[in-house]
């Protein structure tokens, strides 16, 4: 068991969520001194850890800190909670959020774990918390970057990213959210840092599908690099700043949950890549897999900026069943004509997605307002 922490012994804190993210979230905070209630929706679930302190389903063999609490009511869970990590699957925060905002102490910070965006309104967890609950901007933070929950749940040594737009709100979790194995840098971008944890997950799938196909190391890494762009582009049209998907929330979680099988979004892309249906996968996956429910909103979104994102919108082709995963791979552009590689030089000032923003309205002039369907950067551009 790691050691206790230097830092804020003793803070009184909450977590929302007891699944697997949710249960090690709540041990990376106790194992730093914090004083942690986790709350499960079910009681049963909450008896185990309380009691056993295990999350047998979430968390097989791993042994959970003595002083963790958790409790299935929510009202026990928010009293005197100074910060609130919050950790249920995407489509249900909404609703959580209502339910928790009568025990919520007004000053309290509250923290998105979470890594999908709401499926019927496109918006980002911060979003979703900013609208339900009554608390200022700068008592919202996002916390992401390569966490896959088991491998910090054995202790292997992590390292992720605390955002808010108050750098001292960043700053005051990330000092609680720390300890031996675990350490939380700070910015205040959270546009990027939240869209990087959301678009990893649709990479990842596109690697699932075609490590299901059958393919090699080269197409994946294809997939990777040209992902990052996607990636880039879309969040830098929202505001994001570049430098952020190039950090631990964007290229760092992009290669963590590329490669590994523990992934959820990776290992239901696998499925995908043999041959099974969508239905049949959401039926075999246990856990929750954000970016099944992500694939749409994301693509609207993007369409809403003029950004192109080839990878993601063969995802969702493979999704819908009218795309065979074999073919996948060779569509990394829309173009048919060469393109330049864009990697980080026009794409990092935000100048590409206009760019080709503006040249998609252009030709949906001259085309009588239709839509060409194809991309329109030119080979030297
Ligand atoms: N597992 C991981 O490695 C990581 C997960 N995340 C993110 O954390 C979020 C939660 O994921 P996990 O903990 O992995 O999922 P999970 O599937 O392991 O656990 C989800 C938990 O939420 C509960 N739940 C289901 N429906 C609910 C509802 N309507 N209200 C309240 N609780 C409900 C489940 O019973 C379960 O305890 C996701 O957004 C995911 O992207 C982020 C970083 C790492
Ligand atoms: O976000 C994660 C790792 O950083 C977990 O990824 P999955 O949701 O695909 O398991």
């Given at each position: 068991?790691?050691?206790a922490?230097?830092?804020?012994?003793?803070?009184?804190?909450?977590v929302?969520g007891?699944?697997?993210?949710?249960?090690?979230?709540?041990?990376?905070l106790?194992?730093g001194?914090?004083?942690?209630?986790?709350?499960?929706?079910r009681?049963?679930?909450?008896r185990?850890?309380?009691?056993?302190k295990?999350?047998?389903?979430?968390?097989p063999?791993?042994n959970?800190?003595i002083?963790?609490?958790?409790?299935?009511?929510l009202?026990l869970a928010?009293a005197?909670?100074?910060?609130v990590?919050?950790?249920?699957?995407?489509?249900s925060?909404r609703?959580?959020?209502i339910?928790?905002e009568?025990?919520?102490?007004a000053?309290?910070?509250?923290?998105s774990l979470?890594k999908g965006?709401e499926?019927a309104t496109?918006?980002?967890?911060?979003e979703v918390?900013?609208?339900?609950?009554?608390?200022?901007?700068?008592?919202?933070?996002?916390i992401?970057?390569?966490?896959l929950?088991?491998?910090?749940?054995?202790e292997?040594?992590t390292?992720a990213?605390?955002?808010?737009t108050?750098l001292?709100t960043?700053q005051?979790?990330?000092?609680?959210?720390?300890?031996?194995?675990?350490h939380?840098f700070?910015?205040t971008?959270?546009?990027?840092?939240?869209?990087?944890?959301v678009l990893k997950?649709?990479?990842?799938?596109?690697?699932?599908?075609v490590d299901g196909?059958g393919?090699?190391e080269?197409?994946?890494a294809?997939?990777?690099?040209?992902?990052?762009?996607?990636m880039?582009d879309?969040?830098?049209a929202?505001g994001?700043?570049?430098?952020t998907?190039?950090?631990?929330?964007?290229?760092?979680?992009?290669?963590?949950?590329?490669?590994?099988?523990?992934?959820?979004?990776?290992t239901?892309?696998?499925?995908?890549?043999q041959?099974?249906?969508?239905?049949e996968?959401v039926?075999?996956?246990q856990?929750?897999?954000?970016g099944?429910a992500s694939?749409?909103?994301?693509?609207e979104?993007?369409?809403?900026?003029g950004?192109?994102?080839?990878?993601v919108?063969?995802?969702?082709?493979?999704?819908?069943?009218?795309?065979?995963p074999?073919?996948?791979?060779?569509?990394?552009?829309?173009?048919?004509?060469p393109q330049g590689e864009?990697?980080?030089?026009?794409?990092?000032?935000?100048?590409?997605?206009?760019?080709?923003?503006?040249k998609?309205?252009?030709?949906?002039?001259?085309?009588?307002?239709?839509?060409?369907?194809?991309?329109?950067?030119?080979?030297?551009?």
């Open positions: 068991m790691a050691r922490g230097r830092r804020a012994p003793g803070r009184r804190v909450a929302l007891a699944g697997s993210w949710g249960t090690t979230f709540a041990k990376i106790a194992d001194g914090a004083d942690v209630v986790l709350w499960a929706r009681p049963e679930l909450a185990e850890i309380q009691e056993a295990r999350n047998s389903d979430y968390l063999g791993i959970l800190p002083g963790l609490r958790a409790t299935s009511r009202d928010l005197g909670a100074e910060q990590f919050v950790c249920v699957p995407s489509q925060l609703d959580n959020l339910a928790a009568p025990h919520l102490h000053q309290a910070t509250v923290v979470m965006v499926k496109g918006h980002r967890m911060s918390i900013a609208e339900i609950l009554p608390i200022a901007e700068s008592q919202i933070a996002v992401s970057g390569p966490n929950a088991l491998e910090i749940a054995r292997q040594p390292a990213v605390v955002s808010s108050s001292e960043a005051a979790v990330a000092s609680v959210a720390r300890n031996t194995y675990f939380s700070v910015n971008d959270v546009i990027g840092t939240e869209f990087g944890g997950n649709l990479i990842a799938v596109a690697i699932g599908i196909a393919y090699g080269n197409t994946k294809s997939i990777i690099t040209r992902g990052l762009v996607e880039t879309f969040a830098v929202y994001a700043h570049p430098d998907l190039s950090g631990l929330a964007g290229l760092g979680d992009l290669i963590a949950t590329c490669q590994s099988p523990l992934s959820r979004n990776n239901a892309g696998r499925l995908l890549g041959g099974y249906k969508l239905p996968v039926n075999q996956m856990q929750t897999t954000e099944l694939v749409g909103p994301i693509l979104l993007a369409r809403a900026k950004v192109e994102m080839p990878i919108e063969q995802v969702r082709q493979v999704l819908a069943g009218s795309l065979d074999k073919d996948i791979a060779p569509h990394l552009t829309t173009d048919d004509e864009r990697t980080s030089d026009g794409q990092a000032q935000g100048g590409s997605a206009l760019r080709r923003a503006f998609r309205a252009f030709d949906q002039l001259r085309h009588g307002g239709e839509c060409s369907g194809r991309s329109t950067v030119s080979a030297t551009s």
